[in-house]
């Protein structure tokens, strides 16, 4: 038996018809994935299910006897505030369905209508009530400041409070059915997040990553979907997909923003459906997996240049989190160093060499655009090359000088000229032109003073020299 796509969220049918309950049971349950299902034909015993049960939503019928609809309504608007409530009506009755909306009900649906429409109506107040739990949860976590799992992320080094607030968040979205976007730059540890949101989830079933950019759309197909033997000239046996062996766990699809235009089409499906053919199949399987995915990618920017798709986009988009760079949490400089160098030293069989004091300050004044996977390469060569007792700063002088180097080159190339002149205003004093530049150069340089400096081509001293007088209160 499929596992339900909202194996926490129970959904109540209250209909005095055993037929229907049944019905609706199996539709909801082909259609939406929807198996975490009660039923209930007395009216009467709603109340005492709804106290012992953890039900998130209740279908309602109007017209049963012993107690109606509407009473019932009234009863778990006033006692359970917080479950959602649908109803499903025999009758098509404007005032009665307005009467109802105005006493707290979510939707009001006719038992003659259009099956897609329902499944989308409870499917929509699901996500609702989920947003809502998540929410209050996050609330919760970040008055407390607090973190129900921190275990969770001891592989993510870090004290930064904009990576606490990350957790945080993480902890309140992760059993949440809806996808994931994880942005960040390259580096910055956006598959330890992924594997964090899948521990914090708590389903059954494994971890299952793959890396999409550069897939053409044939061979994106096949390994998300699987095909049936004799699909295509050398496929002699069956083969299930990606999907199918992250059943009841977590799809975790890395580099998104590379996806062709054809491939995020077959994604948008699949999100939008929860269903997907096996190629060569005529017959749909259900999605039993969570989808996380992640990009260094600017995916609005990719929008506007027309390469990736809006509503793939905000299909993606109903939890994202953004990873914050290195250079914006250097308090995790010194955490991350002995981290690395403690784990350079056990990998290559070497005592932990300690390190110049000088060592820290560098690091501290360089942007590392390759974030913490480039540190830890930096880390790593270190080591590998140390004989003395002291860590050689050497290393980290060579690679941190050269892409310094680099930087400025590229930043001087991105502007012909810092600024225009109105020909008919006076022109600014040596003084407001000395402090234009400083500031300009700190704006290309990210704040970094050490990079600022090399960009005007004087040392860092002189350039905190003209920083006391463009600035004098700071």
């Known amino acids: 038996m499929n596992q339900s796509l909202y194996p926490e969220f ?7 018809e055993a037929s ?17 299902v009660h039923r209930c034909d007395d009216g009467r015993e709603v109340m005492g299910i709804l106290q012992n049960r953890a039900i998130g939503l209740v279908l309602l019928d ?12 009234a009863m778990i608007t006033e006692q359970h505030p917080d479950i959602a409530v649908i109803i499903i009506s025999g009758l098509n009755q404007v005032e009665s369905a307005v009467q109802c909306l105005q006493q707290g009900a ?16 409870i499917k929509r107040a699901i996500r609702m009530q989920e947003m809502r739990r998540e929410n209050q949860a996050l609330g919760q976590r970040i008055l407390n400041n607090s973190l129900e799992s921190p275990e969770v992320f001891d592989p993510i080094i870090s004290r930064s409070n904009q990576m606490r607030s990350v957790f945080q968040y993480l902890e309140s979205v992760a059993p949440s059915n809806q996808p ?34 550069g897939l ?11 095909h049936q033997r004799g699909a295509f000239t050398g496929a002699e046996r069956s083969r299930p997909g990606l999907i199918e062996e992250a059943a009841d766990g977590t799809l975790f699809l890395d580099e998104i923003g ?27 399987k259900r999605i039993r997996a969570r989808v996380i995915v992640a990009t260094h990618q600017e995916l609005q920017q990719r929008q506007a240049e027309g390469s990736f798709r809006r509503d793939l986009y905000y299909r993606l988009c109903t939890h994202q989190i953004q990873i914050p760079p290195l250079r914006q949490r250097k308090e995790d400089l010194p955490l991350l160093l002995d981290h690395f160098l403690a784990q350079a030293a056990t990998e290559l069989d070497k005592p932990v060499p ?46 941190i000088g050269k892409n310094e180097d680099d930087g400025v080159e590229s930043l001087r190339q991105g502007s012909d000229s810092l600024a225009s002149f109105n020909p008919e205003g006076p022109l600014p004093t040596l003084a407001q032109m000395d402090s234009l530049l400083v500031e300009e150069a700190l704006r290309r340089a990210d704040n970094n003073q050490s990079l600022a400096a090399r960009l005007l081509g004087i040392s860092q001293p002189a350039l905190s020299k003209r920083l006391k007088k463009s600035r004098p209160g700071s």
């Open 354 to 399: 300690a390190y110049p004091p000088e060592l820290p300050l560098l690091l501290n004044n360089y942007h590392f655009p390759g974030n913490i996977r480039e540190l830890r390469a930096l880390v790593f060569d270190a080591v590998s090359r140390h004989r003395s007792h002291l860590l050689s700063m050497e290393v980290f002088r060579q690679a």
């Open 216 to 226: 053409d759309d044939n061979v994106f197909a096949d390994t998300l979907f699987g």
């Open 180 to 213: 994931l976007l994880i942005c960040g730059e390259s580096g910055t540890g956006k598959e330890l997040l992924a594997k964090a949101a899948h521990q914090l989830s708590n389903r059954s079933g494994p971890l299952v990553s793959v890396n999409v950019a």
């Open 20 to 36: 229907f309950l049944r019905s609706l049971s199996i539709t909801l349950a082909r259609s939406g994935g929807i198996t975490n």
């Open 106 to 121: 979510f939707d009001y649906f006719v038992k003659t209508t259009e099956e897609g429409r329902l499944i989308e109506g």
């Open 62 to 73: 109007l017209t049963m006897p012993h107690i109606s609809g509407q009473e019932l309504l």
């Open 10 to 16: 129970g959904v109540l049918l209250v209909d005095d």
């Open 258 to 284: 590379d996806l062709s235009m054809a491939s995020q089409v077959k994604l948008l499906r699949l999100l939008q459906e929860g269903e997907y053919y096996p190629l060569g199949s005529d017959r749909p």
